[in-house]
T-cell receptor
Framework: DVKVTQSSRYLVKRTGEKVFLECVQD?????MFWYRQDPGLGLRLIYF???????EKGDIPEGYSVSREKKERFSLILESASTNQTSMYLC??????????????FGDGTRLSIL | DAKTTQPPSMDCAEGRAANLPCNHS???????VYWYRQIHSQGPQYIIH???NNETNEMASLIITEDRKSSTLILPHATLRDTAVYYC????????????FGKGTRLHILP
């Protein structure tokens, strides 16, 4: 089974802090994604990556950055945390198969609270 | 991506088959139907997907109508652990891009 592991299930940080959320997948997937999920707003894509050292902005990249130095690891960085970044953050991965859409596999999420 | 319509909630007795409908009347010929579910406090879980043929795996069956405008996810023997929000989505793309969930169907399994 595909395993996507997020470093923390719950995290509490203060406004202005730099926050790192880590995600690791064990299936050698090329594609990795960061989403946030908020009540009434559904799932929104923050950043994604198709390969090591590659990154592309999703729908709501403002206030976030990402890092992908190794294939299995995709980090989300909140440069200066703000209260409106309190949310559930979900990491996902999928393989690239050149022309056939593959399902994304999700981690269990990190519930981040910014005080 | 085409939009989908699902009932907001459904009940099913434990041990019975749960049949979850989804309408996707504007689906394009190269769009797949995907189903995910999300159990409370967990990340979304992939269940099954298909293009036009019916599909079955160890979790569920997917029945797609001949005109592809609707589909049904079948959980053959529902258990309490199947209580979750179920999302039907349609997707196309040569690269795996973002997933957009609608409101989904909240499935309650009754003991």
């Amino acid at each position: 089974d595909v395993k996507v592991t997020q470093s923390s299930r719950y995290l509490v940080k203060r406004t202005g802090e730099k926050v790192f959320l880590e995600c690791v997948q064990d299936m050698d997937h090329e594609n990795m994604f960061w989403y946030r999920q908020d009540p009434g707003l559904g799932l929104r894509l923050i950043y994604f990556s198709y390969d090591v050292k590659m990154k592309e902005k999703g729908d709501i990249p403002e206030g976030y950055s990402v890092s992908r130095e190794k294939k299995e690891r995709f980090s989300l960085i909140l440069e200066s945390a703000s209260t409106n970044q309190t949310s559930m953050y979900l990491c996902a991965s999928s393989p690239s198969t050149g022309g056939y859409v593959q399902p994304q596999h999700f981690g269990d999420g990190t519930r981040l609270s910014i005080l | 991506d085409a939009k989908t319509t699902q009932p907001p909630s459904m009940d099913c007795a434990e041990g019975r088959a749960a049949n979850l409908p989804c309408n996707h009347s504007t689906i394009s010929g190269n769009e797949y139907v995907y189903w995910y579910r999300q159990i409370h406090s967990q990340g979304p879980q992939y269940i099954i997907h298909g293009l036009k043929n019916n599909e079955t795996n160890e979790m569920a069956s997917l029945i797609i109508t001949e005109d592809r405008k609707s589909s049904t996810l079948i959980l053959p023997h529902a258990t309490l652990r199947d209580t979750a929000v179920y999302y039907c989505i349609v997707r196309v793309g040569f690269r795996d891009d973002k997933i957009i969930f609608g409101k989904g169907t909240r499935l309650h399994i009754l003991p």
